[in-house]
């Protein structure tokens, strides 16, 4: 550790004081981020790739990065290297912490000044110097910050019910906040991809989190607007699931697990970018841990758990065609186009069905134990392929 460094370093008081001293023995690019993913302070902009200048011209980190980052430091470890983003210039995050998650400090790898090079006694030095610096600073705001709250709830840190009561009145939490979970396991990095400034420009945002694969974004429900949400979706290629009110703060964990699951499931059939929480409510205990592949067999109406197996058999669409066909009001067409055949077609499928596992499709309480039976066995069959090869390779 360079002693000349720690004497100069006793007359920084501020963020751009320190990282300006440390620039002069780290040659790297470096940028500060807060807990909200917003740039405090960065150096040396003219050194940077095209994604560097972006973002410090932008003010805002990206979140896809985030998410790569996070999902990187599941090691446990204090920094992690990343050539994902561009393999001539790696980039190195180091967590900042200070009793809580305050950030990350970020370089951005030279030609002439190598990760290999780095004295990392020195940068994890600076790495705590700038968390108690940020530390005060959130302390001197006296603003409770609502982001830890909920990244409390997601690691089960709230170990009791008082607890809980307890954090909440503090963090002066929104308890009809709504909550849109956006899966980043299928994006893709590109330049201008700053989802959490283009969220907020459309949402009364609380809250933006990047955990696991995902983005978290808690928000006021004032009429949120469908269409924008869509839009900024399907430019993205992202899928997102809305629930429109958290209904457990205490087991949240678990809540979010299991919400994630079946995002997940749903991403795999690529039919829409946005889904609704309260369309699948009924199915949510199955996406959790409670239920092995046997025991959500066992839930599966016998005539569906037929047809399904015929289907594997003989690569035939029967429950496919039963899906669309009970799923739109019975009708033809509208399963016809979603199954890319002619009506016809449909219609045939139907009435050899009905003959085949005796089915009456004029009874309305029958066909919504089907459709239920159907959501399952698609889950069923997801399972069954991941179990068996950790990837997906053909939907029911």
Same mark, same amino acid.
């Given at each position: 550790?360079? #002693?000349?460094?720690?004497?100069?370093? &006793?007359?920084?008081?501020? +963020?751009?004081?320190?990282?300006?001293?440390?620039?002069?023995?780290?040659?790297?690019?470096?940028?500060?981020?807060?807990?909200?993913?917003?740039?405090?302070?960065?150096?040396?902009?003219?050194?940077?790739?095209?994604?560097?200048?972006?973002?410090?011209?932008?003010?805002?980190?990206?979140?896809?990065? @985030?998410?790569?980052?996070?999902?990187?430091?599941?090691?446990?470890?204090?920094?992690?290297? #990343?050539?994902?983003?561009?393999?001539?210039?790696?980039?190195?995050? =180091?967590?900042?912490?200070?009793?809580? %998650?305050?950030?990350?400090?970020?370089?951005?790898?030279?030609?002439?000044?190598?990760?290999? &090079?780095?004295?990392?006694?020195?940068?994890?030095?600076?790495?705590?110097?700038?968390?108690?610096?940020?530390?005060?600073?959130?302390?001197?705001?006296?603003?409770?910050?609502?982001?830890?709250?909920?990244?409390?709830?997601?690691?089960?840190? !709230?170990?009791?019910?008082?607890?809980?009561?307890?954090?909440?009145?503090?963090?002066?939490?929104?308890?009809?906040?709504? +909550?849109?979970?956006?899966? #980043?396991?299928?994006?893709?990095?590109?330049?201008?991809?700053?989802?959490?400034?283009?969220?907020?420009?459309?949402?009364?945002?609380?809250?933006?989190?990047?955990?696991?694969?995902?983005? +978290?974004?808690?928000?006021?429900?004032?009429? %949120?607007?469908?269409?924008?949400?869509?839009?900024?979706?399907?430019?993205?290629?992202?899928?997102?699931?809305?629930?429109?009110?958290?209904?457990?703060?205490?087991?949240?964990?678990?809540?979010?697990?299991?919400?994630?699951?079946?995002?997940?499931?749903?991403?795999?059939?690529?039919?829409?970018?946005?889904?609704?929480?309260?369309? !699948?409510?009924?199915?949510?205990?199955?996406?959790?841990?409670?239920?092995?592949?046997? &025991? @959500?067999?066992?839930?599966?109406?016998?005539?569906?758990?037929?047809?399904?197996?015929?289907?594997?058999?003989?690569?035939?669409?029967?429950?496919? *065609?039963?899906?669309?066909?009970?799923? =739109?009001?019975?009708?033809?067409?509208?399963?016809?186009?979603?199954?890319?055949?002619?009506?016809?077609?449909?219609?045939?499928?139907?009435?050899? %069905?009905?003959? %085949?596992?005796?089915?009456?499709?004029?009874?309305?309480?029958?066909?919504?134990?089907?459709?239920?039976? @159907?959501?399952?066995?698609? !889950?069923?069959?997801?399972?069954?392929?991941?179990?068996? *090869?950790?990837?997906?390779?053909?939907?029911?």
């Amino acid at each position: 550790m360079n #002693l000349e460094i720690l004497k100069a370093e &006793e007359a920084c008081y501020s +963020l751009k004081e320190l990282l300006d001293l440390y620039a002069n023995y780290i040659k790297n690019p470096m940028v500060v981020i807060n807990h909200n993913y917003e740039l405090l302070y960065y150096t040396q902009t003219n050194k940077g790739d095209n994604v560097y200048k972006e973002a410090t011209n932008a003010g805002v980190w990206s979140l896809e990065l @985030i998410a790569i980052a996070n999902n990187a430091f599941k090691n446990k470890s204090e920094y992690v290297i #990343l050539d994902s983003i561009n393999k001539n210039k790696r980039r190195l995050f =180091y967590k900042i912490e200070h009793n809580t %998650m305050l950030g990350y400090l970020v370089l951005l790898e030279e030609e002439n000044s190598t990760f290999d &090079e780095l004295d990392y006694d020195t940068l994890k030095h600076l790495v705590n110097s700038i968390g108690k610096i940020l530390y005060l600073e959130d302390y001197k705001k006296n603003d409770a910050n609502i982001q830890t709250f909920y990244k409390a709830l997601l690691n089960s840190e !709230y170990k009791t019910k008082d607890i809980l009561k307890t954090k909440i009145e503090d963090y002066k939490v929104n308890l009809d906040a709504s +909550l849109l979970i956006i899966s #980043l396991s299928k994006a893709s990095f590109s330049q201008n991809n700053y989802l959490k400034v283009k969220l907020e420009s459309v949402l009364a945002v609380n809250a933006v989190i990047a955990y696991d694969d995902n983005v +978290l974004i808690f928000f006021n429900n004032d009429n %949120m607007p469908l269409s924008k949400i869509t839009d900024i979706l399907i430019d993205n290629n992202l899928t997102a699931l809305y629930v429109k009110k958290i209904l457990d703060y205490f087991s949240f964990n678990i809540y979010y697990k299991s919400l994630t699951n079946l995002l997940s499931f749903l991403e795999e059939s690529k039919r829409n970018v946005l889904y609704f929480e309260a369309d !699948y409510k009924i199915y949510l205990p199955f996406f959790t841990d409670k239920y092995n592949i046997n &025991e @959500i067999k066992n839930f599966i109406d016998l005539k569906i758990m037929k047809i399904y197996n015929d289907d594997m058999k003989n690569e035939t669409d029967n429950i496919n *065609t039963l899906y669309f066909y009970l799923s =739109y009001d019975k009708s033809l067409s509208i399963a016809a186009n979603k199954l890319y055949i002619h009506r016809n077609t449909v219609s045939y499928r139907l009435m050899k %069905m009905s003959d %085949m596992y005796d089915m009456d499709f004029n009874d309305l309480m029958q066909n919504k134990i089907y459709l239920y039976s @159907i959501f399952l066995v698609k !889950y069923y069959h997801y399972k069954l392929l991941m179990n068996e *090869t950790g990837f997906l390779l053909k939907k029911a």
